[in-house]
């Protein structure tokens, strides 16, 4: 069993074990209810831990996370909406405000 991820933002690290679980990665999370007292402990000693369960699983479960963070700080132009005219920022795939797909380039 090998930690893998932490992080005291529990929607993000609540996704990245849908992300996991959904690549076929068997993960647990730990002390989610420590983040509420982040900042009154250290903040290394208060964030949620992913852990990956099989470690023969774990260069999956590398690969997954490696992925989400390129396509976390990878940024295309900004566009807008064809169906309502919004304007967003390029990570976007979908419209905020009409739920209209960000048409292909």
Same mark, same amino acid.
């Given at each position: 069993? /090998?930690?893998?991820?932490?992080?005291?933002n529990l929607i993000e690290i609540n996704h990245l074990k849908n992300l996991l679980e959904a690549g076929g990665v068997?993960?647990?999370?730990?002390?989610?209810?420590?983040?509420?007292?982040?900042?009154?402990?250290?903040? &290394?000693?208060a964030a949620a831990q992913l852990w990956?369960? &099989?470690?023969?699983?774990?260069?999956?479960?590398?690969?997954i996370l490696r992925d989400?963070?390129?396509?976390?700080?990878? /940024?295309?132009?900004?566009?807008v909406c064809s169906e309502c005219g919004?304007?967003?920022?390029?990570q976007f795939s979908q419209c905020w405000k009409c739920g209209a797909e960000k048409a292909a380039p």
């Open positions: 069993m /090998r930690r893998v991820h932490s992080s005291v068997r993960c647990v999370l730990r002390n989610q209810l420590l983040t509420g007292i982040a900042g009154e402990v250290p903040f &290394d000693q990956v369960l &099989d470690d023969a699983e774990l260069w999956q479960a590398e690969e989400w963070r390129r396509a976390r700080f990878a /940024r295309g132009p900004a566009w919004e304007r967003h920022e390029g």
